[in-house]
């Protein structure tokens, strides 16, 4: 069976990590072999960059140190993590990939998208997701929903809707690989919407809701 890589973004509070585990389920379920991780982490190099980036204080990264650091976690994730499973056939359902690099780091801090871009591709070598499900959501609702807010959450309101808007617009960029689901609808109706949309687009054997 054909392994794939499937990646869920979006501003926060967005429900991404509620859905790939609600996917992972699924994928179970019906017998796929699967496997489910997050970014910035997934692997011990990338774990205590995590901790880095997102428990530390408000100033403590720089905007240039704070790209080169979800990098650096990304590309240690892609070669231990990711690509060994794709390569065993298992598939890959990730929190957060090279979008939330280009909407954060790009659109949300202002650094330039094409260095960006060619950053990620050097990351990961090349290794790009078969599916992205956006994520969509009103920032000022997705901000509500958070408890307990990490540094990246913490940052302005106008920075999010940076974000937000960046996302979108690589929506409209990359059409044949980045859906865009309405995350404000329940829980039921968008995992609904993405199995459906994955029966759709690879033909799986999955349980519809």
């Known amino acids: 069976m054909k392994s794939y890589f499937i990646t869920f973004e979006g501003p926060e509070g967005s429900g991404k990590s509620t859905q790939a585990e609600l996917l992972k389920e699924t994928f179970e379920d019906a017998g796929y072999p699967v496997a489910l991780t997050r970014e910035p982490g997934g692997d011990q190099v990338s774990e205590n960059i995590r901790n880095?980036?997102?428990?530390?204080?408000?100033?403590?990264?720089?905007?240039?140190?704070e790209l080169l650091l979800y990098l650096a976690a990304r590309a240690e994730h892609t070669e231990k993590v990711i690509r060994p499973k794709l390569n065993k056939r298992c598939s890959v359902i990730c929190g957060r990939y090279i979008d939330s690099t280009v909407a954060y780091q790009g659109y949300g801090n202002g650094l330039e998208l094409d260095m960006i871009h060619k950053m990620n591709d050097f990351a990961t070598a090349g290794l790009m997701p078969d599916i992205t499900f956006l994520m969509d959501i009103d920032v000022e609702i997705g901000l509500k929903r958070q408890s307990n807010w990490n540094r990246m959450e913490r940052k302005?309101?106008?920075?999010?809707?940076?974000?937000?808007n960046g996302f979108l617009k690589e929506a409209e960029y990359h059409p044949e690989r980045i859906v865009v689901i309405n995350a404000e609808d329940s829980i039921e109706k968008v995992r609904a919407d993405i199995i459906q949309y994955i029966k759709n687009r690879f033909g799986l054997r999955l349980n519809s809701l």
């Open 52 to 65: 880095i980036l997102l428990h530390g204080s408000d100033n403590s990264v720089t905007d240039r140190g």
């Open 156 to 164: 302005s309101l106008e920075f999010h809707k940076r974000v937000r």
